[in-house]
């Protein structure tokens, strides 16, 4: 069936908005090692030395991030001239599964090109098609003004724009969510095993590029059990986790291999939850950072068990971490309760907002410690006052609007409830955590969806219900 000629128009937005920021951003995103490493792992295997990394090149990035404490962004190709001759240097790439590093490798070996210019093209080009995926979906459960309307917000989302040009598994995962609940509202209107088979693939592959998608696939399956006879989809539902197995077994026999266990997920929940506490200790009190404010987890390994201190990512180095955080947790229970419920608000209703990546330094928390105010920063700084507050405004109404369409779909439940679970389930497991935004902006797309659904009521509030029943549902 051909697109609507608006539809197109707004794909065309979509490119415009990222391109622009794209072209903003010229230098690549240096937020973290990672960014680095998964393009210096790439830059490996299309020479043919396998996953691996420079550990020379690695420790020069960190030593510059660590030396900047700031959100600005640096340019990765520089140090990828960095190489080391000493073979020790080489080290095998452990770490989150590598979905994306081979996109990467994909991307330069085709392009024949070691900058990441290109890829970052391909990913606002993929991201932007998002727009297609959302009309549809909102058509389907829905209505045409519906679709337009999740296209039109999803197009015009700075957020996803800016998690679009990212040097990471984040900039790509977006599109595999985004393809992946797709696939999951086509199987409500055909529950075939070619579509459930679909699915399954497309989520497998969103595993490898990031394992936020192992949510989606649990997400999944209930929400088939809840809609269909469990007679009827047995064999589906068997199928969609035998691909969803499979998907998970190359990387698990990696790490088999180079790590010594078979597993799918690296140990690191320790790290997390120690950042999340020293991130929501503004004094220190429980002295996890450094005199120059950075975290260093290798001295609380290093103290259990001496000379012997095993490697980071290793699940000996994860259990001493989650030791700590768990006595940390224990002592003060209290505190760390208000920490999370204060990430539960920060990514919700008054959410740490990525519109200020848009502003200019200083930003108002650095200014005000300085001894400067409110009203002289708003006259020095007009523009990233104005982009920080409205971006609060805009990402938190944008989450009002979402519960908001909720409530109103609230009859709709058994089809609403996987759209809602996505971005809610998300935010709450990671509160305990430190939360960067671009770990909860790929899964708010359902957020586009039920936000159009709310609009387009209130645009035409004479219009009937929208929505149609799903074919072969349980009653």
């Known amino acids: 069936m051909p697109l609507n000629k608006s539809v197109w128009m707004v794909f065309v937005g979509a490119l415009l908005v990222r391109g622009t920021i794209l072209m903003m951003y010229t230098d690549n995103v240096g937020w973290a090692s990672s960014s680095m490493m998964f393009v210096d792992v790439a830059r490996h295997v299309v020479e043919g030395k396998g996953l691996g990394y420079d550990d020379v090149v690695k420790r020069e990035f960190q030593a510059t991030l660590a030396a900047r404490h700031d959100n600005k962004w640096i340019d990765i190709d520089d140090f990828l001239k960095l190489r080391s001759s000493a073979p020790e240097a080489y080290q095998p790439y452990r770490g989150r599964s590598p979905g994306y590093i081979l996109f990467l490798s994909l991307v330069f070996f085709l392009t024949g090109s070691m ?9 606002i080009i993929l991201n932007a098609s998002l727009c297609f995926a959302l009309y549809s979906m909102g058509k389907q459960l829905w209505s045409h003004r519906v679709g337009l309307w999740a296209a ?3 197009a015009c989302w700075v957020p996803q724009a800016l998690v679009s040009v990212m040097v990471g598994h ?40 990031r394992e936020s998608c192992l949510l989606l696939a649990g997400l999944f399956v209930v929400g088939w059990l809840v809609l269909f006879p469990l007679r009827a989809s047995m064999g589906k539902l068997l199928l969609f986790v035998a691909l969803i197995a499979g998907s998970l077994l190359p990387w698990s026999l990696w790490n088999k291999s180079h790590v010594g266990r078979f597993m799918f997920l690296i ?5 997390s939850l ?11 009190q429980f002295g996890l950072r450094e005199l120059d404010g950075t975290y260093h987890w290798d001295r609380l390994v290093q103290q259990k068990y001496g000379a012997e201190a095993p490697t980071i990512r290793s699940v000996e180095y994860n259990d001493a971490l989650m030791t700590e955080a768990r006595r940390i947790i224990r002592q003060n229970p209290a505190w760390y309760a208000k920490s999370v419920l204060k990430r539960v608000v920060q990514f919700t209703v008054l959410p740490w ?31 990233p006052f104005f982009f920080r507050i409205f971006g609060k405004a805009v990402e938190g109404g944008l989450f009002i609007l979402f519960v908001a369409g909720l409530a109103l779909e609230r009859k709709r439940w058994r089809e609403m409830m996987v759209f809602a679970a996505v971005p809610l389930i998300t935010i709450f497991s990671l509160a305990p955590m430190k939360i960067q935004p671009s770990y909860i902006v790929p899964m708010q797309i359902p957020y586009f969806l039920l936000a159009a659904a709310l609009l387009a009521r209130w645009w035409r509030p004479g219009d009937p219900a929208p929505g149609n029943p799903v074919p072969g549902a349980s009653a």
């Open 115 to 123: 900058k990441v210019f290109f890829p970052r093209l391909i990913q």
């Open 152 to 154: 039109i917000l999803f």
């Open 170 to 209: 984040d900039g790509l995962i977006p599109f595999f969510v985004g393809l992946s609940l797709f696939a999951f509202t086509k199987t409500l209107a055909d529950f075939s095993w070619s579509r459930v088979a679909w699915c399954a693939v497309l989520v497998g592959l969103g595993i490898n590029v």
């Open 267 to 271: 140990p690191h929940q320790g790290v």
């Open 274 to 284: 120690l950042d999340g506490i020293a991130d929501a200790d503004a004094f220190n």
């Open 353 to 383: 907002s990525m519109w200020q990546l848009l502003a200019s330094e200083p930003q108002w928390s650095t200014f005000k410690a300085a001894g400067g105010t409110l009203t002289r920063y708003i006259k020095d700084y007009p523009a």
